[in-house]
């Protein structure tokens, strides 16, 4: 597996809150949120939790879910003692590579794709409002490009209580290429445009590189962070 990452804080955050990182088969991004850099704090500190994982455990899913309470935990005891960070919060999606399968989970509303013989797939569901009334049929697709709400989330780490990642397992072949993403390049890139850009390109790097760098061109109105794997 091949493995190309790219980051931009955007044309108007002052601040990155994305982070992201690979080990292995592992790869993890996070889209964090919160004043005073409280985002970046939380996304910095679920990916660190993640990439410790023993990914040799018989049950991933079961200790990826683990893993995630406990950073869910240390979420909540970071903001009782550091005031300005409270509310802190990130969305996480998580994907692990095995010779058959692909293992894929995710909390919030950051993407996992996989390209497979020139077709794109999205493999995971926003944990959105705009989402839910999307899939409920509530407003259109189109409508949720511009709804006021579209922000809010309906799941996320640092919240009170359990948390449960929503995980899903695809099989694998070859020549498959993955990508995991922020919102910030999901908003200023349609899934057709997805499609197209993560077929072209000869290394992983540089097709991070290029769906980042057209997000940005497009407006750069968040974060916007890219992992893309060639299987």
Known sequence: MKVGMASHVGKVRAVNEDSMGWKGTLLVLADGMGGHRAGEVASAL??????????????????????????????LNYAKTHQECKGMGTTVVVVQVEADQINVAHIGDSRAYLWRAGHCFQLTR????????????????????????????????????????????????????????????????????????????????????CLVAVANDRGGIDNISAIVAFL
């Open 46 to 75: 679920v990916v660190e939790k993640v990439l410790a994982l023993d990914t040799t455990e018989p049950d991933f899913k079961t200790a990826l879910t683990s893993v995630l309470n406990l950073a869910n935990q240390d979420l």
């Open 126 to 209: 926003d944990h959105s409002l705009v989402a839910e009334l999307v899939r409920s049929g509530g407003i259109t697709e189109d409508e949720a490009k511009n709804h006021p709400q579209r922000n809010v989330l309906t799941r996320a780490l640092g919240t009170v209580g359990p948390v449960e990642p929503e995980y899903r397992e695809f099989a694998v072949q070859a020549g498959d290429r993955l990508l995991l993403c922020s919102d910030g390049l999901t908003v200023m890139l349609s899934n057709r445009e997805i499609e197209e850009f993560l077929g072209q390109g000869d290394s992983p790097q540089e097709v991070a590189d």
